[in-house]
């Protein structure tokens, strides 16, 4: 069910009737239709499955039955009792689970519930309490090995919160980790983050040509009607706050006319109302009103749900306190029971000790000072010894730790003497004047620095170069990585040169991310998680 939803909808349906244990079915059911994006239709099996498992009370399959039950509800409509069922959800789990036992399933299964609750103050436009349970999710995310565009969607998420509640620098942050942490830029999360990101350094007083020229690229890039429109809307809004109206106009007629989407409908018809009007054109702004007149009656009836979700939250962060807090007094308690015992263990072992020990004190005394005299005086003895031993000891342990810090200095030192060497190499120095005040962008293509790219020859020479101070070193990175290219190797070669990928990209004449995936490809075959310019200079040095 967690890896292959489809397969096992199949196999369920198949086996559906005879399956004993019917509330879990229906509490499987209900599940896999809601990953396979079907609508719940096991609604009556399922309220008895949540009735079940909170009176036999499997945190975990109660949990379960509690986040997929809210799924219902919201699928009706029905948002704040949805949000009850999540927030239901979590408190059995957070309530009944250790934290370190919060892993795999259970992670992931949090971080659903939490990406949900994120999802659904979102859609009300509750900033705060999306961002808040955006951040939880987050966190389970990196507990359990989440697909990175997960990651990417729910950063992407937070970010364009705080862009709404105008707070810039938290935005960028998050959109930043967002792009950080996608492996390639060929999909639909990189382009939506870019988009933000582009509409976002307008809002910071960015030029609006540079993001308008941003957000037409992404648009030529979209692959479906969806993403097509949304970065109508994006283009028409920076030309809208321009109050170049006429550029806007063909932008958000598109959105509003063609766009399946009823909230880039709502804004559309909004910003074509104000154009009208500016324009004299009174018939037209009626129609776009009289377009948004119905939703504005309805953002009044949301007030009371609004509301009502928000107090939800408050009153979920109150129960999150207090159960911490009760928390922190049993574990307060479980530690001053257990000192206490063990300090009353003690005082017993110590009380029959001590009524031993003085009975047998009685009987030795005698003994002791007798032995005592001639004690002391070979414990003198051996002292001296013994002293004059540790001297000459430390001493030569000294002296070997000298010698053997100088030996390694010395070491080291021919190291990176002989790394040095090779950069004043006649190739490498062309190299490294050749990047002298370049800079190159990571998002040009392949050949769009030919002035920099490497011929045969110099790749040849740098070979050369590096096997004349390095001996082997080719041989050594194919014993690491047997299916090495000719071209891993040249990289390799730049790597010594403390050189980035985005350099390395120009000088071979190709995309960094085709420089970036090899890059991936070493580290996986080099069994390192250090990057892999780190990893072949320390290669060397070593």
Same mark, same amino acid.
């Given at each position: 069910?967690?890896?292959?939803?489809?397969?096992?909808?199949?196999?369920?349906?198949?086996?559906?009737? !005879?399956?004993? +244990?019917?509330?879990?079915?229906?509490?499987? %059911?209900?599940?896999?239709?809601?990953?396979?994006?079907?609508?719940?239709?096991?609604?009556?099996?399922?309220?008895?499955?949540?009735?079940?498992?909170?009176?036999?009370?499997?945190?975990?399959?109660? $949990?379960?039955?509690?986040?997929?039950?809210?799924?219902?509800?919201?699928?009706?409509?029905?948002?704040?009792?949805?949000?009850?069922?999540?927030?239901?959800?979590?408190?059995?789990?957070?309530?009944?689970?250790?934290?370190?036992?919060?892993?795999?399933?259970? $992670?992931?299964?949090?971080? %659903?519930?939490?990406?949900?609750?994120?999802? *659904?103050?979102?859609?009300?436009?509750?900033?705060?309490?999306?961002?808040?349970?955006?951040?939880?999710?987050?966190?389970?995310?990196?507990?359990?090995?989440?697909?990175?565009?997960?990651?990417?969607?729910?950063?992407?998420?937070?970010?364009?919160?705080? +862009?709404?509640?105008?707070?810039?620098?938290?935005?960028?942050?998050?959109?930043?980790?967002?792009?950080?942490?996608?492996?390639?830029?060929?999909?639909?999360?990189?382009?939506?983050?870019?988009?933000? @990101? $582009? =509409?976002?350094?307008?809002?910071?007083?960015?030029? /609006?040509?540079?993001?308008?020229?941003?957000?037409?690229?992404?648009?030529?890039?979209?692959?479906?009607?969806?993403?097509?429109?949304?970065?109508?809307?994006?283009?028409?809004?920076?030309?809208?706050?321009?109050?170049?109206?006429?550029? &806007?106009?063909?932008?958000?007629?598109?959105?509003?006319?063609?766009?399946?989407?009823?909230?880039?409908?709502?804004?559309?018809?909004?910003?074509?109302?104000?154009?009208?009007?500016?324009?004299?054109?009174?018939?037209?702004?009626? %129609?776009?009103?009289?377009?948004?007149? /119905?939703?504005? !009656?309805?953002?009044?009836?949301?007030?009371?749900?609004?509301?009502?979700?928000?107090?939800?939250?408050?009153?979920?962060?109150?129960?999150? !306190?207090?159960?911490?807090?009760?928390?922190? %007094?049993?574990?307060? &308690?479980?530690?001053?029971?257990?000192?206490?015992?063990?300090?009353?263990?003690?005082?017993?072992?110590?009380?029959?000790?001590?009524?031993?020990?003085?009975?047998?004190?009685?009987?030795?005394? $005698?003994?002791?000072?007798?032995?005592?005299?001639?004690?002391?005086?070979?414990?003198?003895?051996?002292?001296?010894?013994?002293?004059?031993?540790?001297?000459?000891?430390?001493?030569?342990?000294?002296?070997?730790?000298?010698?053997?810090?100088?030996?390694?200095?010395?070491?080291?030192?021919?190291?990176? +003497?002989?790394?040095?060497?090779?950069?004043?190499?006649?190739?490498?120095?062309? #190299?490294?004047?050749?990047?002298?005040?370049?800079?190159?962008?990571?998002?040009?293509?392949?050949?769009?620095?030919?002035?920099?790219?490497?011929?045969?020859?110099?790749?040849?020479?740098?070979?050369?170069?590096?096997?004349?101070?390095?001996?082997?070193?080719?041989?050594?990175?194919?014993?690491?990585? /047997?299916?090495?290219?000719?071209?891993?190797?040249?990289?390799?070669?730049?790597?010594?040169?403390? *050189?980035?990928?985005?350099? #390395?990209?120009?000088?071979?004449?190709? +995309?960094?991310?085709?420089?970036? @995936?090899?890059?991936?490809?070493?580290?996986?075959?080099?069994?390192?998680?250090?990057? /892999?310019?780190? =990893?072949?200079?320390?290669?060397?040095?070593?």
């Amino acid at each position: 069910m967690w890896t292959q939803p489809d397969s096992a909808l199949t196999r369920l349906i198949q086996c559906y009737d !005879t399956v004993s +244990d019917r509330h879990y079915a229906n509490l499987l %059911l209900a599940e896999l239709l809601y990953k396979n994006y079907y609508e719940q239709t096991n609604r009556a099996e399922l309220l008895k499955a949540v009735a079940y498992y909170d009176s036999v009370f499997d945190p975990f399959l109660a $949990a379960r039955a509690h986040y997929i039950n809210g799924v219902g509800y919201y699928e009706h409509d029905s948002v704040v009792i949805a949000c009850e069922e999540y927030l239901k959800a979590l408190e059995i789990m957070e309530g009944h689970f250790a934290e370190k036992e919060l892993v795999g399933q259970k $992670a992931q299964f949090l971080a %659903l519930t939490y990406t949900h609750l994120c999802e *659904l103050f979102s859609d009300q436009y509750l900033h705060e309490q999306a961002i808040i349970f955006g951040k939880q999710s987050l966190s389970f995310y990196y507990r359990y090995d989440a697909k990175l565009w997960n990651i990417a969607w729910i950063l992407d998420e937070i970010g364009s919160h705080f +862009d709404m509640m105008e707070k810039y620098d938290s935005a960028d942050y998050y959109y930043q980790k967002g792009l950080d942490i996608l492996p390639d830029t060929n999909n639909l999360i990189y382009r939506d983050i870019e988009t933000n @990101r $582009a =509409f976002l350094s307008y809002e910071m007083g960015g030029c /609006p040509w540079n993001s308008l020229s941003r957000l037409k690229m992404l648009l030529e890039r979209a692959e479906s009607e969806k993403e097509f429109y949304s970065r109508c809307l994006s283009i028409g809004g920076v030309y809208y706050r321009e109050s170049l109206y006429d550029s &806007a106009w063909p932008y958000l007629k598109k959105v509003f006319y063609e766009s399946t989407s009823i909230n880039s409908q709502k804004q559309a018809a909004e910003w074509l109302a104000v154009i009208c009007k500016s324009q004299g054109n009174d018939s037209e702004a009626y %129609l776009y009103s009289d377009f948004l007149a /119905p939703y504005a !009656t309805q953002e009044e009836n949301k007030s009371n749900i609004k509301s009502q979700l928000a107090e939800l939250c408050n009153t979920h962060k109150q129960w999150e !306190t207090e159960y911490r807090h009760q928390q922190k %007094l049993i574990k307060q &308690a479980r530690k001053t029971f257990v000192v206490m015992a063990v300090l009353s263990l003690v005082l017993l072992c110590f009380f029959v000790l001590y009524r031993t020990n003085k009975k047998k004190k009685l009987r030795l005394e $005698a003994q002791i000072q007798e032995e005592q005299y001639a004690h002391e005086i070979k414990q003198k003895a051996l002292s001296g010894r013994l002293k004059r031993s540790n001297e000459a000891l430390q001493i030569q342990k000294r002296r070997a730790s000298d010698l053997a810090n100088e030996s390694e200095h010395q070491r080291k030192q021919a190291a990176w +003497d002989t790394l040095e060497d090779f950069v004043k190499e006649e190739v490498c120095q062309i #190299i490294m004047a050749l990047l002298a005040d370049k800079v190159i962008k990571r998002e040009a293509m392949c050949g769009a620095y030919p002035e920099l790219q490497l011929s045969d020859a110099q790749l040849q020479d740098l070979s050369l170069a590096a096997e004349k101070h390095f001996s082997g070193f080719e041989k050594t990175l194919t014993d690491l990585y /047997p299916k090495i290219s000719r071209s891993g190797i040249n990289q390799c070669l730049l790597y010594l040169l403390n *050189l980035e990928d985005v350099q #390395i990209a120009a000088l071979l004449s190709c +995309d960094y991310t085709t420089i970036k @995936r090899r890059s991936l490809k070493m580290k996986t075959a080099f069994n390192t998680e250090k990057e /892999p310019r780190r =990893f072949i200079r320390e290669l060397v040095l070593c």
